[in-house]
């Protein structure tokens, strides 16, 4: 039991380190996903989409 509240204490105190490492991990899953099978044609670079999306997690993490 108390190995939990370590870990949940340590998670709590570095939240933003634990969010932004979930999305980065998601990201690169999806970004290597969409490298190999894409589902349309692009309308825009992927190069300005992902850099855009990454914009948005900064704006958004603090």
Do not use: D
């Not at 290597?32 to 190069?47: D, G, M, Q, V, Y």
């Amino acid at each position: 039991m108390e190995t939990w509240i370590i870990m949940e204490t340590w998670i709590i105190e570095n939240e933003t380190l634990v969010r932004l490492s979930f999305y980065f991990g998601i990201f690169t899953i999806i970004a290597i996903w969409e490298l190999i099978a894409p589902r349309r044609a692009l309308n825009a670079s992927k190069a300005v989409r992902w850099y855009s999306n990454i914009g948005i997690v900064f704006l958004t993490a603090w």
